[in-house]
Nanobody, 121 residues
Framework: QVQLVESGGGSVQAGGSLELSCTAS????????MGWYRQAPGRQRELVAR???????NYADSVKGRFTISIDTGKKTVSVQMHSLKPEDTGVYYC???????????????WGQGTLVTVSS
C-alpha cells in the first residue's frame, strides 16, 4: 500500500502565498510523477501542476508564473509554492502520485485526501 500525507493548506488573503507539500510512503519501487489537482465548489477536479521524476513539469495556464512545483524523489515529496493567490484559486487541493510497485512493472496511482485552500478578496 501507498500512503500520502498532505500539508500546508489554509486561508490567505488575495495576493498572499502558501506552500503545499505531499509525502508518499509505503511499498514504492520508484516515483514516476507527483502533482497537485484542485476542485472548486461546483466544478470538476483539474490539474494544477505536475512534475515527473525527470523534473519535467506541467502547469495549468491559470497558475503559470505564480505557482512553482518541485520534487524530491529521495524523500518522495512534492511541493508547490503558490504566490499571488487569487480568490479563484480557492478549492480543495489533492496530491496525486504515480509510483512503480516493487517486484513488478505495474504503475499505481494514488490520491491524497485533500487539503483546503481558501483565498479571500
Amino acid at each position: 500500500q501507498v500512503q500520502l500525507v498532505e500539508s500546508g493548506g489554509g486561508s490567505v488573503q488575495a495576493g498572499g502565498s502558501l506552500e503545499l507539500s505531499c509525502t508518499a510512503s509505503g511499498s514504492i519501487a520508484s516515483i514516476n510523477a507527483m502533482g497537485w489537482y484542485r476542485q472548486a465548489p461546483g466544478r470538476q477536479r483539474e490539474l494544477v501542476a505536475r512534475i515527473a521524476s525527470d523534473s519535467d513539469t506541467n502547469y495549468a495556464d491559470s497558475v503559470k508564473g505564480r505557482f512553482t512545483i518541485s520534487i524530491d524523489t529521495g524523500k518522495k515529496t512534492v511541493s508547490v509554492q503558490m504566490h499571488s493567490l487569487k480568490p479563484e484559486d480557492t478549492g480543495v487541493y489533492y496530491c496525486n502520485v504515480v509510483v512503480t510497485i516493487p517486484e513488478s512493472s505495474r504503475y499505481l496511482e494514488v490520491w491524497g485526501q485533500g487539503t483546503l485552500v481558501t483565498v479571500s478578496s
